[in-house]
């Protein structure tokens, strides 16, 4: 890099390059690099173009670049992640929240919300291995105190981000969060559930190589894999959900799109089961799976 460069100039240059070090996006990821380093929107970079860096911004910007090359994932730089328009803080102890998972925030605020409207008792939904906390906080904010929130996970590194997001977001008088291995991080005696709902590793452990580097790299493997054919941690909780939803209550969670199949079948064989169904994401695929437990 030359001793002085605009901002366009600059901008150009780095995208050509993280464009040959193989990233996917290299403009938009030189913009919001630069937007971080100048402390602005990336919107605000266009009225800048022709403005100098000083030396503390060139070098500032040359170590964040240098860390995109690398195929570190941009969040994980930034240090955040928009989910359901919220910002949330995520770091490599944490999967970084995806567009489509805002699929299951749809399908389970349909449910809550007719529970809300029609159901006296009590209502209470929990989130297992929660991580960076993006779909229970979601949930919280559009339903706040009429549903009893609760969200577990095995880190307790990954319950500091989700802690930390909670607050940050106004949500932590309502949310309950709980360490330990999906439901035995809950008390003894706990009640069920009107909805419970997750993003589990779904990966098959063969595949997870073929996966970009941001992702097999960086992002924590136990949000990833999911054992030999991706449904180790599905298979547990699909077995263990109907003992701890109410009648008529509904499991959601994430599933890989080539799955359905399978869990149709293993669905099938679950005689607790009453019914179970399919929403799709933007992209066409079939990534939520709903599921609800048979009225006594």
Not at 257 to 279: C, F, Y
Request: glycine letters at 8%; aromatic letters at 8%; one cysteine or more.
């Amino acid at each position: 890099m030359k001793p002085s460069w605009t901002l366009l100039e600059l901008i150009r240059e780095a995208s050509a390059y993280l464009a040959k070090k193989g990233v996917s996006s290299p403009r938009l990821d030189t913009e919001l690099l630069m937007a971080c380093v100048l402390g602005c929107s990336r919107v605000e970079l266009y009225l800048r173009f022709d403005q100098p860096l000083t030396k503390e911004e060139l070098d500032r910007f040359r170590e964040l670049l240098r860390r995109r090359a690398r195929r570190e994932p941009l969040a994980y730089i930034l240090g955040a992640k928009e989910f359901w328009s919220l910002s949330l803080r995520v770091n490599p102890s944490v999967l970084i929240p995806r567009p489509e998972t805002e699929t299951l925030v749809e399908v389970a605020l349909e449910e809550l919300k007719e529970a809300v409207r029609k159901e006296s008792l009590p209502i209470s939904a929990l989130e297992l291995g929660t991580g960076s906390g993006a779909i229970v906080i979601a949930l919280a904010r559009e339903l706040g105190a009429s549903v009893s929130w609760w969200a577990t996970d095995i880190s307790r590194e990954a319950l500091e981000v989700a802690r930390w997001n909670a607050r940050e977001l106004g949500v932590q008088g309502w949310i309950r969060f709980l360490e330990g291995d999906m439901w035995e991080a809950l008390e003894p005696g706990q009640g069920r559930f009107r909805l419970v709902i997750s993003n589990p590793p779904y990966v098959p452990t063969a595949l997870i190589q073929q996966l970009e580097p941001e992702i097999r790299c960086y992002e924590p493997a136990l949000a990833l894999d999911g054992g030999h054919d991706g449904l180790a941690l599905i298979r547990r909780i699909i077995e263990q959900a109907p003992c701890r939803l109410v009648p008529g209550g509904m499991l959601v969670m994430e599933v890989g799109e080539a799955q359905s199949e399978l869990l149709d079948e293993i669905l099938g064989k679950d005689s607790r089961w009453g019914k179970w169904g399919w929403r799709q994401d933007l992209g066409g695929r079939s990534r939520a799976l709903w599921a609800v437990t048979r009225e006594v």
